[in-house]
């Protein structure tokens, strides 16, 4: 099925003064600690404005980690829409297998809403304690937790919460998420293929793990900022949206792992954050789908950074003032050059020359292993292997016994599909250091590899780490041939 393109506008027809875009581009764009990948802004349910930063591009799924968790709540709606399912029912009442197990009775008190809303009565995240109690069933584990404070009492953003969420509604339909929600909500809203990484039970995790496109969180966004309906049809349960992104649990004394953010301290709904704007989907490292109904608007990001409050910031400074009563007549001609600087958004190579004059045999099948004994970052990562080629360089990373094959050139981007899609760049800094890097272009990853020939030892550095463990061949989207 062929998506249905979103409705496009002008972005001064829509009211959008394209200055604040560009600042926001020019504010992205200078902060070091930021790494944009794409970026859409709806208004008035028109697409104003749409970029990605080379090498990702639109039709790439992307990693959409803790984001993951808007489309779980969203499958729940609908399946207590259905009358699947009650918010309002005990948690065990869906797993009564466990109930000889699970004894503790704020566990036995804990209802659907209070893991919807991360109100399971934890005092915070519980994911170790879970798995290490049942590592093949993590709602057992997570039931096997006794919480410290009566459920919907406190908030603590908690994985098990989510998970056992999302295996209610993989129970109660007989289907995984994507197979419940690809009739219901995915086509529909014209979204292609999605990927969602399940764990060891089988389920899709619904905590995180979804790949899909940068289009695919902007469509999610404006169905909830449009109350649930899309096209005329009602998708969305007729209160969902305002029952979901309400505040259901107080979190402004229990964000101190997030440095005092003040957009996640406004209150938490059904898997989604209250923000000082409007309301929000997020996950980690910059993944947002921002709804703003006091602006008709919806901004939908993937990127790659640690200072997640620096990018809401710089939203609420930039695109905010932007977002004006009245379309800005006379303006027409500021948009071609929106659209031009937004079609040639390009993430800048690492830089390198080609391989020393002289030097090529030295480095020819060189193997080099982690300086220090062990790769910190990637600890499974054992060997690499450097082969100096007439127009760039091929490495072989061994990890845990497999191999990965790479190769480049020393200009640009070179992107491949297999063995995985990457996009790599690089050279050599001096006639002994090679230094590369490895972009995963499904997630937010970006791996610098810096290989010393005198000693013959590597270094290899994470930007932003991978938060499941994976290794280097599964940092992708899961598809069924991957």
């Not at 980690?284 to 990018?311: K, N, R, S, W």
């Not at 905010?320 to 009563?325: C, E, I, Q, W, Y």
């Not at 020393?410 to 990457?422: F, K, N, Y």
């Amino acid at each position: 099925m062929s998506a249905r393109p979103l409705p496009s506008g002008s972005p001064v027809a829509q009211g959008v003064d394209v200055t604040g875009v560009h600042a926001f581009l020019d504010a992205l764009e200078a902060a070091p600690a930021i790494e944009p990948h794409s970026l859409m802004i709806l208004r008035h349910g028109h697409l104003v404005a749409s970029g990605w930063w080379a090498p990702y591009t639109p039709e790439r799924p992307h990693l959409l980690y803790s984001l993951s968790k808007s489309f779980t709540a969203t499958a729940a709606g609908m399946a207590a829409g259905e009358g699947l399912l009650s918010f309002d029912d005990p948690v065990i009442s869906y797993f009564p297998e466990f109930e000889a197990d699970i004894t503790d009775p704020r566990s036995r008190a804990m209802l659907v809403r209070h893991v919807a809303s991360m109100a399971s009565g934890h005092e915070g995240e519980t994911y170790e304690r879970a798995y290490a109690n049942d590592p093949d069933e993590i709602v057992r584990g997570f039931l096997l937790v006794p919480p410290e404070r009566d459920p919907g009492t406190v908030f603590a953003y908690n994985q098990p919460a989510t998970y056992t969420l999302a295996a209610i509604v993989q129970r109660v339909t007989g289907q995984t998420l994507t197979a419940y929600l690809r009739p219901r909500l995915l086509d529909p809203l014209g979204i292609g293929e999605t990927f969602w990484q399940r764990g060891r039970s089988g389920r899709e995790l619904g905590f995180s793990g979804l790949h899909a496109t940068t289009d695919a969180v902007a469509r999610l966004g404006r169905l909830y900022l449009q109350d649930g309906v899309w096209e005329g049809e009602r998708l969305l349960p007729v209160g969902w949206v305002a029952e979901a992104t309400r505040p259901h649990i107080d979190n402004s004394d229990n964000m101190a792992g997030y440095g005092g953010w003040p957009d996640w301290q406004q209150g938490y709904g059904y898997q989604f954050w209250n923000a000082r704007h409007g309301y929000r989907g997020d996950g980690a490292y910059g993944q947002f789908c921002l709804v703003l109904p006091e602006h008709d608007a919806v901004i939908a990001t993937t990127a790659a950074t640690e200072e997640m409050q620096q990018v809401l910031d710089l939203v609420w400074e930039h695109l905010l003032p932007s977002f004006g009563p009245h379309p800005f007549a006379g303006r027409e001609h500021e948009d071609t050059a929106l659209r031009e600087r937004l079609a040639r958004l390009a993430l800048p190579p690492a830089t390198g020359k080609p391989a020393p004059p002289g030097r090529a045999r030295d480095w020819s099948s060189a193997e080099f292993t982690p300086y220090g004994g062990v790769c910190a970052d990637q600890p499974k990562l054992t060997s690499v292997a450097v082969t100096a080629t007439a127009d760039g360089w091929e490495l072989r990373l061994t990890e845990d016994g497999h191999a990965l094959q790479l190769c480049g050139g020393t200009t640009g981007w070179t992107v491949s599909e297999e063995p995985l899609p990457t996009a790599v760049s690089g050279g050599w800094t001096d006639d002994d250091t090679l230094a590369v890097d490895v972009v995963f272009l499904e997630t937010p990853h970006r791996l610098t590899l810096t290989c010393a020939l005198p000693d013959r030892t590597f270094e290899a550095r994470w930007h932003t780490t991978p938060l499941h463990g994976s290794p280097l061949r599964a940092l992708r989207a899961p598809r069924p041939s991957a």
